[in-house]
């Protein structure tokens, strides 16, 4: 039996467009997902994206998934940074990040065992 995934094990990598506005992360989202309509109608838009404003925690916590950390070390960044503000503090990363790989916004990935990480 396959041993079950630890949140805080994963690593978040972003896949998503993004930019920053004042301050704060806004993720770009294709307004169409099939190959053909984003290929024909997205370059006749004025605007081809969605934009997702992010507050600021979620700025923050965007702005950590290089690829790199795991949810473990976000989450202790997160701690130091923002205190009791942010408690129950996995429970709101944990919430997040299934919220932004539904929309494929990120990447969740084991650490590669290979490599030793």
């Known amino acids: 039996m396959a041993k079950p995934l630890n949140l805080l094990e994963l690593i978040p990598k972003r896949i998503a467009k993004w930019e920053e506005v004042e301050g ?53 960044i997160l701690s130091q940074n923002f205190g009791e503000k942010i408690e129950p503090l996995y429970e709101r990363l944990s919430y997040f990040f299934q919220m932004l790989e539904r929309n494929r916004f990120l990447n969740l990935t084991q650490k590669d065992q290979s490599s030793g990480q």
């Open 24 to 76: 704060l992360v806004v993720i770009l989202k294709p307004k169409f997902s099939h190959p053909w309509m984003r290929e024909h109608l997205l370059p006749r838009l004025k605007k081809p994206y969605y934009r997702v404003k992010l507050d600021e925690t979620g700025s923050s916590v965007w702005r950590l998934c290089d690829g790199q950390r795991t949810v473990e070390e976000i989450g202790k």
